[in-house]
């Protein structure tokens, strides 16, 4: 009989290439991960990996099992959610990955309603923006995401995920409190600010990728950026002690930072997402939808308290 196991190592090994990637993605050793391939092989009869110069690849036959792979661990999950959803019991670990404002102002609200209902229940978090997050919950590293998207860069839709909108938000521009456009309280055109030095997220980002769409399409000009950071505190202080100016969503509240100043766009609405993402029918799961139960609540609590975002899509 065929170890679950070691078919996941198979799988892992055709997807990311190297031992010393598997090694990484499983918590293995990469000589753990050699070992647990050669029982495949006898277990199997024929070789299913060799030699390609310093790496393994694997062969024919290899390649054959490893597509048997992703339907059997895919029916075994399947197996186990049922399981866990006949018993009705919240308890385990629900695997969360989510991007900063999502995690301050949806996750944490709902976590102390969380410990308190389901004492079982262990939530995992990962405050990260990379651009394979999605293929995570796929592979079934994560249980749940908390990715964002711009109107003018909307994520494409996969048919085994299933995405959620639990808030829309604008974006709008942080200027110095001394910048000349930050004296009139007016909406800012973005050509207005062709001469200026950005601050911004980091090459590859949804919101670095934001700005440059922006300011080519709003503005005609490709804008001159002199900070990239992912952590808004970083951004903030570029604005208000570094003279650079940025394109910041609401929930990142800058309005209440000292030394910015916070205008709309002139030139047209861009709006941020927030977006909800399992795995198709990952919600059968107690724990994961009690986890998407308290998101939902908690979304719906912002909107209440913070009129200028938008409970779902716009």
């Known amino acids: 009989m065929l170890d679950l196991g070691r078919l996941r190592v198979l799988r892992e090994l055709k997807l990311r290439g190297t031992l010393g990637a598997v090694a990484d993605a499983l918590g293995y050793t990469p000589s753990a991960v050699s070992q647990q391939l050669a029982q495949l092989q006898k277990e199997v009869g024929v070789p ?33 959610e049922a399981a866990l959803a006949a018993s009705g019991r919240v308890a385990g670990v629900v695997r969360l990955v989510g ?21 079982e229940l262990v939530v995992d978090v990962l405050d990260e923006e990379f651009h394979r997050v999605l293929q995570a919950l796929v592979l079934q590293e994560i249980d749940v995401v908390l990715t964002d998207e711009y109107s003018h860069l ?15 938000e604008v974006m709008r521009v942080g200027l110095p409190e001394d910048h000349p456009l930050a004296q009139d309280g007016g909406p800012v055109r973005m050509v207005d600010l062709a001469g200026c030095r950005w601050a911004t997220g ?14 080519v399409e709003l503005g005609g000009f490709r804008p001159d950026v002199r900070c990239r950071s992912n952590d808004l505190m970083v951004i903030f202080a570029m604005v208000a002690q570094g003279g650079a100016v940025c394109l910041i969503p609401d929930l990142a509240l800058a309005e209440q930072e000292e030394g910015i100043v916070v205008r709309d766009v002139a ?36 909107a209440e308290r913070r009129p200028s975002c938008i409970r779902g899509a716009r």
């Not at 944490?108 to 308190?116: G, I």
């Open 202 to 215: 980091h090459v590859g980002t949804n919101h670095g990728d934001l700005l440059e769409r922006t300011c």
């Open 154 to 168: 909307p994520r494409p839709r996969r048919p085994e995920l299933r995405a959620e909108v639990l808030i829309t």
């Open 267 to 302: 030139d047209a609405r861009v709006d941020r997402r927030m977006v909800l993402w399992t795995r198709v029918g990952a919600d059968v799961r107690p724990s994961v939808r009690a986890v998407l139960e308290e998101l939902r609540r908690s979304a719906d609590a912002l």
């Open 48 to 80: 299913v990996v060799e030699r390609a110069g310093r790496r393994l690849r694997l062969t024919e036959a290899g390649e054959v099992l490893a597509e048997h792979a992703d339907v059997l661990l895919a029916r075994a999950k399947r197996a186990e």
């Open 99 to 119: 991007f900063q404002t999502a995690l301050l102002h949806v996750l944490a609200p709902a976590l102390p309603r969380l410990a308190e209902a389901y004492p």
